[in-house]
């Protein structure tokens, strides 16, 4: 880095620390506030409960770049200015409205004032754009203090810490900033002794008993507020599912008494019954009532027709939709009780079909009856949809065009077809270059039909059993066109697909039959490049060639709130492929006749995604992702597609697109290391067995604009190279050939779409030779690089992870 880059980059960030020119007299800054709990007892969340908050800050330094807008904005904000502009547009906007004789007129000039006078209004109370995005400083202040104090000790009296005591103290730091520590003792914790109940209505009684293992609050526990509101929620909702339909928490009360001993709780929780009424009624199910064409006009005045299956009322104008395949969706049944959980069930699932705008269901107590009425609105039948955006995979955005055609109720069992293609082309590193970035177009074209439900031969009851589970079988026929610097490459494909989901987090899907035929024509150079790699041992050259590929494919896949910023969440997803498994059962002849390239093959891959919040500003997220392919076939390689790659914007982003590996195998040296630096990535790195992990700490600065610092650790191996075992995976040696990258990147998150731009610098190549592997010393922005690492820029959209 060169001195005058290194003066901007010093002087930009000194200009963004915490300073004290901002001050008045005797103002201090607050500049760290902590909890001191005594050693397990967990108080993180005490944090929350600050008055006031510090200042965003790039930790550990004391750059603050929402305290620099703050107050680049003040200095050229004026509010008298706004003031002024204010009047003039009352004065302009009463004048029009006096002079017009129009109400229609009147009420358009009337909407407009209020919205100019509404924005400056904001400005006014707010400041300007940079004043609202920024942050002034935090000045200490001890009455801020004092309630802070109360609001921590009042939660940990909600705790059943009912004599804690919370010391709060601070200390003066340099350049008049202060740190304040809260200092608790928590005193002796109170825990229940003794749960007892009072429920007059025996039925309520046994089924809050019987349901008692998964309480909230259990005995030999602390006291918990918030464990006392939750048990309350958790209570209204296992009555109602048996049938309370008219059943309210306010019923539910709990009474503490900690008078016998000390640091014990008696608790007494009852349920009243209603005054009116004096018990607890349950409801069962008189009727099912199910329209599933509200909003449809009768063409001929008709009347609603009435059909009934499986003990379901269907009303409607035109038997559209097939009444077995709605009633699968319908979980609660004719002289059942009343369920919630089940009515959620039915909503939900109804509305997976993707046939309907709306789904309701209503319940009617009216004459001492108890009838459901179920609404749905069918959809359009014929929808067409265009998109245009960018696309951003492994390389530089491109512009994208698509279309989509939707069929819905194809065949009158609310099948859904689907016609839609695919146009686009996007900056990409060639397979056999190492300097900039080349285009590659891509075109697809699909057409699928997708059934609400497995197409096996399953009986009637099966049916109706795995409905809950939202079971879908797609049909699909495809076309893939590629072209890139190097190659051209079509793909032709039919498969069926099976899925399904379980208790809203688990999504499985299984394909028994997916085939495809693939057709490639390769530049001369790239052939060139093939075959030395063949007369090296490398068998790349063989995924090149016309080919038939069939696989059975199952996934898996588990979602806990993963993709919510502000919540602790997992993402799991594993994928197990056997490709050529059909070739040896039976080999159709047109392989034999086309001259195809048969496949048979094993392909697992396992990825484990990690977000953890740490505030309301700052996270940390952490990913795994392996995996493992074996060719088995004569020619001894896998699908190109199938192999694995490290390395971009997803990946380790240290290093190029697809450049990293294999092993500690380096690559060639460039001839001129001068202008392109040390090694030569002119070649895509396919391989067998990929291990790589990802950590990243995330956090906002200002606005949607926030930062990243981030490491990742990896590498991807062969398994059936003969000609460098250094490329070749093996268990005494692959934890030595890890490569580690680090760096730091932006995200514009502007909700609907996150921009991502991350700057990825090596700090360990295991391709060097040994005892010279710690390259981050070696790092340069700019060229010349000559033996130094040219770091790697990455745009991307969304997260790596």
Do not use: C
């Given at each position: 880095m060169s001195c005058s880059l290194g003066f901007w980059l010093a002087a930009a960030l000194l200009s963004g620390c915490i300073g004290t020119k901002h001050l008045e007299e005797n103002q201090k800054i607050l500049y760290h506030q902590t909890v001191k709990l005594p050693k397990g007892i967990p108080g993180e969340d005490l944090k929350t409960l600050f008055v006031q908050k510090v200042n965003t800050r790039i930790k550990p330094t004391a750059i603050s770049v929402p305290v620099t807008m703050y107050y680049m904005g003040k200095k050229k904000f004026s509010q008298e200015k706004f003031f002024k502009r204010r009047t003039r547009i009352e004065k302009k906007y009463d004048a029009k409205i006096a002079a017009s004789q129009n109400q229609k007129r009147i009420a358009i000039y009337q909407y407009?004032?209020?919205?100019?006078?509404?924005?400056?209004?904001?400005?006014?109370?707010?400041?300007?754009?940079?004043?609202?995005?920024?942050?002034?400083?935090?000045?200490?202040?001890?009455?801020?203090?004092?309630?802070?104090?109360?609001?921590?000790?009042?939660?940990?009296?909600?705790?059943?810490?009912?004599?804690?005591?919370?010391?709060?103290?601070?200390?003066?730091?340099?350049?008049?900033?202060?740190?304040?520590?809260?200092?608790?003792?928590?005193?002796?914790?109170?825990?229940?002794?003794?749960?007892?109940?009072?429920?007059?209505?025996?039925?309520?009684?046994?089924?809050?008993?019987?349901?008692?293992?998964?309480?909230?609050?259990?005995?030999?526990?602390?006291?918990?507020?918030?464990?006392?509101?939750?048990?309350?929620?958790?209570?209204?909702?296992?009555?109602?599912?048996?049938?309370?339909?008219?059943?309210?928490?306010?019923?539910?009360?709990?009474?503490?008494?900690?008078?016998?001993?000390?640091?014990?709780?008696?608790?007494?929780?009852?349920?009243?019954?209603?005054?009116?009424?004096?018990?607890?009624?349950?409801?069962?199910?008189?009727?099912?009532?199910?329209?599933?064409?509200?909003?449809?006009?009768?063409?001929?005045?008709?009347?609603?027709?009435?059909?009934?299956?499986?003990?379901?009322?269907?009303?409607?104008?035109?038997?559209?939709?097939?009444?077995?395949?709605?009633?699968?969706?319908?979980?609660?049944?004719?002289?059942?009780?009343y369920s919630r959980t089940e009515t959620m069930n039915t909503q939900r699932?109804?509305?997976?079909?993707?046939?309907?705008?709306?789904?309701?269901?209503?319940?009617?107590?009216?004459?001492?009856?108890?009838?459901?009425?179920?609404?749905?609105?069918?959809?359009?039948?014929?929808?067409?949809?265009?998109?245009?955006?960018?696309?951003?995979?492994?390389?530089?955005?491109?512009?994208?065009?698509?279309?989509?055609?939707?069929?819905?109720?194809?065949?009158?069992?609310?099948?859904?077809?689907?016609?839609?293609?695919?146009?686009?082309?996007?900056?990409?590193?060639?397979?056999?270059?190492?300097?900039?970035?080349?285009?590659?177009?891509?075109?697809?074209?699909?057409?699928s039909v997708t059934f609400p439900q497995f197409l096996f031969p399953f009986q009637n009851a099966a049916q109706f059993r795995y409905a809950r589970n939202n079971p879908r079988t797609k049909i699909l026929a495809g076309y893939t066109y590629t072209d890139r610097p190097e190659y051209q490459r079509s793909i032709t494909t039919i498969a069926a697909t099976y899925s399904w989901d379980l208790k809203k987090r688990w999504v499985f899907s299984f394909s028994?039959?997916?085939?495809?035929?693939?057709?490639?024509?390769?530049?001369?150079?790239?052939?060139?490049?093939?075959?030395?790699?063949?007369?090296?041992?490398?068998?790349?050259?063989?995924?090149?060639?016309?080919?038939?590929?069939?696989?059975?494919?199952?996934?898996?896949?588990?979602?806990?709130?993963?993709?919510?910023?502000?919540?602790?969440?997992?993402?799991?997803?594993?994928?197990?492929?056997?490709?050529?498994t059909l070739l040896n059962l039976y080999s159709p002849k047109f392989i034999q006749d086309q001259g195809l390239e048969p496949y048979k093959y094993i392909r697992v891959s396992f990825d484990y995604r990690k977000n953890i919040p740490i505030s309301k500003t700052t996270a940390f997220a952490y990913r795994f992702n392996s995996g493992f392919g074996f060719a088995y076939s004569p020619n001894k390689v896998l699908p190109y597609e199938k192999n694995f790659f490290a390395g971009g914007s997803n990946s380790l982003r240290a290093w190029r697109p697809r450049r990293l590996g294999l092993g500690s195998a380096p690559p060639m040296l460039n001839t001129n290391p001068s202008g392109n630096g040390y090694f030569n990535y002119s070649l895509e790195k396919p391989g067998q067995v990929l291990l790589e992990g990802s950590a990243e700490w995330r956090q906002k600065l200002v606005g949607f604009l926030n930062y990243a610092l981030f490491v990742d650790v990896g590498n991807v191996w062969g398994l059936q190279l003969s000609n460098d075992n250094r490329a070749n995976f093996s268990w005494d040696r692959f934890y030595q050939q890890f490569a580690v990258g680090t760096g730091f990147g932006l995200r514009f998150d502007f909700t609907f779409l996150i921009l991502r731009f991350d700057v990825g610098i090596k700090a360990w190549d295991p391709a060097r030779p040994p005892g010279s592997r710690f390259v981050l010393p070696l790092a340069s922005f700019h060229a010349p690089y000559a033996y130094h690492e040219p770091v790697i820029y990455n745009i991307g959209i969304g997260y790596p992870f």
């Open positions: 407009r004032k209020q919205n100019k006078v509404d924005a400056l209004n904001k400005k006014i109370d707010n400041g300007n754009f940079f004043m609202q995005w920024g942050e002034p400083l935090t000045v200490f202040d001890t009455s801020a203090m004092r309630k802070t104090k109360e609001k921590i000790k009042n939660a940990l009296f909600n705790r059943g810490y009912f004599q804690a005591v919370v010391n709060p103290t601070f200390h003066l730091l340099k350049k008049r900033r202060v740190s304040v520590e809260y200092k608790i003792i928590t005193g002796r914790p109170h825990t229940y002794d003794t749960i007892f109940f009072n429920i007059p209505d025996t039925k309520v009684l046994k089924i809050i008993l019987n349901n008692q293992l998964l309480s909230f609050v259990k005995k030999g526990e602390l006291y918990n507020q918030d464990k006392l509101s939750k048990e309350r929620d958790r209570i209204d909702q296992v009555l109602k599912d048996n049938g309370f339909y008219d059943f309210s928490k306010q019923f539910i009360d709990f009474i503490v008494d900690t008078t016998s001993v000390k640091g014990k709780i008696k608790l007494q929780m009852e349920i009243l019954n209603p005054a009116k009424r004096g018990y607890h009624k349950q409801f069962k199910l008189d009727s099912i009532i199910f329209t599933p064409d509200v909003g449809v006009k009768s063409k001929e005045n008709l009347h609603r027709q009435t059909s009934f299956y499986r003990h379901i009322t269907f009303n409607r104008y035109d038997v559209e939709f097939n009444q077995r395949l709605l009633a699968q969706r319908v979980f609660i049944s004719k002289d059942s009780l699932q109804l509305a997976n079909l993707d046939n309907f705008k709306f789904v309701n269901v209503n319940y009617d107590t009216v004459g001492g009856r108890f009838v459901a009425n179920l609404f749905t609105s069918p959809s359009d039948r014929y929808t067409w949809t265009n998109e245009a955006g960018m696309t951003v995979s492994q390389g530089f955005p491109g512009p994208y065009i698509s279309t989509n055609f939707k069929r819905r109720n194809l065949f009158g069992g609310l099948e859904i077809l689907e016609i839609n293609g695919r146009f686009g082309f996007e900056g990409v590193a060639a397979v056999t270059s190492a300097s900039g970035f080349y285009r590659s177009t891509e075109a697809t074209g699909n057409v028994p039959a997916t085939l495809n035929v693939i057709n490639s024509t390769i530049t001369t150079p790239f052939q060139d490049t093939l075959q030395a790699l063949q007369a090296r041992g490398n068998n790349l050259i063989n995924a090149f060639k016309p080919s038939y590929v069939s696989s059975m494919i199952f996934t898996l896949t588990w979602n806990e709130n993963y993709g919510l910023a502000q919540k602790n969440s997992t993402f799991i997803r594993t994928t197990l492929e056997s490709g050529g």
